[in-house]
């Protein structure tokens, strides 16, 4: 081969790796934007729970006086999840701001579900229009936020096998793209809670 041929072949093979580095890193920022953007819709979706909890609380407070501690574990649990949504903002997918998302949303749900089973014991309070109708929004948003959270964790498992698949992989450890950790569900106790419909 002469030098010639030797040269282009140096220039061609150059080329070659350049444009797989450059689709790799594209790619990566491709599939981490899908995976924040999916985490918006989940956002969207808990700060729209996390308004009706008020009502519903508001509501149940003029029925169940005597079940101050229940009201109030609500809205601790509530006032918990916020914080831990505001850190799972600032960085989607990070696994400590996930995990205490998760363990948050977890806690939440179980004190949602307590009150929900409480004030089955409250005729009134099952009979009454505005519980009724803030229940039937909670549980439309229930559904909505276990959609994103599919969505996002779809998002965040694409952008992990990109990351870990050869030759992303050595782009992405070499730029700093780090694997993202999904949002969990809730756990088997308090996604099998009773549920009361209204």
Same mark, same amino acid.
């Given at each position: 081969?002469?030098?010639?041929?030797?040269?282009?072949?140096?220039?061609?093979? +150059?080329?070659?790796?350049?444009?797989?580095?450059?689709?790799?890193?594209? =790619?990566?920022?491709?599939?981490?934007?899908?995976?924040?953007? +999916?985490?918006?819709?989940? =956002?969207?979706?808990?700060?729209?729970?996390? =308004?009706?909890?008020?009502?519903?609380?508001?509501?149940?407070?003029?029925?169940?006086?005597?079940?101050?501690?229940?009201?109030?574990?609500?809205?601790?649990?509530?006032?918990?999840?916020?914080?831990?949504?505001?850190?799972?903002?600032?960085? @989607?997918?990070?696994?400590?701001?996930?995990?205490?998302?998760?363990?948050?949303?977890?806690?939440?749900?179980?004190?949602?579900?307590?009150?929900?089973?409480?004030?089955?014991?409250? @005729? =009134?309070?099952?009979?009454?229009?505005?519980?009724?109708?803030?229940?039937?929004?909670?549980?439309?948003?229930?559904?909505?936020?276990?959609?994103?959270?599919?969505?996002?964790?779809?998002?965040?498992?694409?952008?992990?096998?990109?990351?870990?698949?050869?030759?992303?992989?050595?782009?992405?450890?070499?730029?700093?793209?780090?694997?993202?950790?999904?949002?969990?569900?809730?756990? @088997?106790?308090?996604?099998?809670?009773?549920?009361?419909?209204?």
């Amino acid at each position: 081969m002469s030098i010639i041929g030797l040269l282009i072949f140096s220039v061609a093979v +150059a080329a070659i790796v350049t444009v797989i580095i450059i689709n790799s890193y594209n =790619d990566l920022v491709k599939y981490r934007n899908r995976y924040k953007n +999916a985490y918006s819709q989940i =956002d969207v979706q808990l700060q729209r729970r996390y =308004d009706l909890i008020p009502n519903l609380v508001e509501t149940a407070k003029g029925y169940m006086k005597h079940e101050r501690e229940t009201l109030e574990a609500v809205i601790a649990a509530r006032n918990s999840a916020i914080n831990a949504s505001s850190r799972a903002v600032q960085n @989607p997918g990070n696994p400590q701001a996930m995990q205490q998302l998760g363990n948050a949303e977890a806690a939440l749900t179980g004190a949602l579900s307590r009150l929900i089973v409480l004030s089955e014991s409250y @005729p =009134d309070l099952k009979a009454d229009r505005a519980m009724s109708q803030v229940m039937e929004e909670l549980s439309s948003t229930e559904n909505r936020i276990a959609f994103a959270r599919q969505a996002f964790n779809d998002a965040i498992t694409l952008y992990n096998t990109k990351s870990e698949s050869f030759p992303s992989n050595l782009i992405a450890n070499s730029f700093n793209f780090t694997l993202a950790e999904l949002l969990p569900e809730a756990a @088997p106790e308090v996604k099998n809670a009773p549920r009361v419909s209204f």
